[in-house]
T-cell receptor, first 109, second 116 residues
Framework: GQNIDQPTEMTATEGAIVQINCTYQTSGFNGLFWYQQHAGEAPTFLSYNVLDGLEEKGRFSSFLSRSKGYSYLLLKELQMKDSASYLC??????????WGAGTKLIIKP | NAGVTQTPKFRVLKTGQSMTLLCAQD?????MYWYRQDPGMGLRLIHY???????AKGEVPDGYNVSRLKKQNFLLGLESAAPSQTSVYFC???????????????FGPGTRLLVL
């Protein structure tokens, strides 16, 4: 079967750095997405990786290793507004998005 | 440019009642999707559409029907609601399929459905 694993919850301190990991086992791979979802709101797109390596976008970076079935989202200079769930999703061989359950990130002052 | 909109935002149904959720997008996207999101689980695809007049089943289609009569609208119907269908329903749309960042899905604000 297809599976995406993320930690259920993480806690970090304002101003610090946090890394959210995602491992996947899917039938094929056509890209990996990270979405942010604030409580009670819709998911919004953060990043897309299809080749190995690091993609940087301001305070957020996303890394992919296709051989290891592994990705991480790195958030720097954490702000209180970064408190949200972070969803990892993989596009499989049929171009269907397979979603992880999400990681709830709690930021403490 | 409203993006993706959903109506209603919240609804309470009794077991056995029917209802239709409406999704509309103004981005001229070909692909549209209906998901449900339950606590502790990832988004699960109910049905999707690759263009006007076409629909396909996703991971959890039982108990739901859909229609895409116009490119901008995607309707999700519950013919006979059950408590197991209590969930948050999200509609999403994207340009095309085939890989690449065009696969980015844009989500509506969600519909919270409670079935008693």
């Amino acid at each position: 079967g297809q599976n995406i694993d993320q930690p259920t919850e993480m806690t970090a301190t304002e101003g610090a750095i946090v890394q959210i990991n995602c491992t996947y086992q899917t039938s094929g791979f056509n890209g990996l997405f990270w979405y942010q979802q604030h409580a009670g709101e819709a998911p919004t797109f953060l990043s897309y990786n299809v080749l190995d390596g690091l993609e940087e976008k301001g305070r957020f970076s996303s890394f992919l290793s296709r051989s290891k079935g592994y990705s991480y989202l790195l958030l720097k200079e954490l702000q209180m507004k970064d408190s949200a769930s972070y969803l990892c999703a993989v596009l499989d061989s049929n171009y269907q998005l397979i979603w992880g359950a999400g990681t709830k990130l709690i930021i403490k002052p | 440019n409203a993006g993706v909109t959903q109506t209603p935002k919240f609804r309470v149904l009794k077991t056995g009642q029917s209802m239709t959720l409406l999704c509309a997008q103004d981005m001229n996207h070909e692909y549209m999707y209906w998901y449900r999101q339950d606590p502790g689980m990832g988004l699960r695809l109910i049905h999707y559409s690759v263009g006007e007049g076409t629909t396909a089943k996703g991971e959890v289609p039982d108990g739901y029907n859909v229609s895409r009569l116009k490119k901008q609208n995607f309707l999700l119907g519950l013919e006979s609601a059950a408590p197991s269908q209590t969930s948050v329903y999200f509609c999403a749309s994207s340009y095309i399929s085939g890989g690449g960042p065009q696969e980015t899905q844009y989500f509506g604000p969600g519909t919270r459905l409670l079935v008693l």
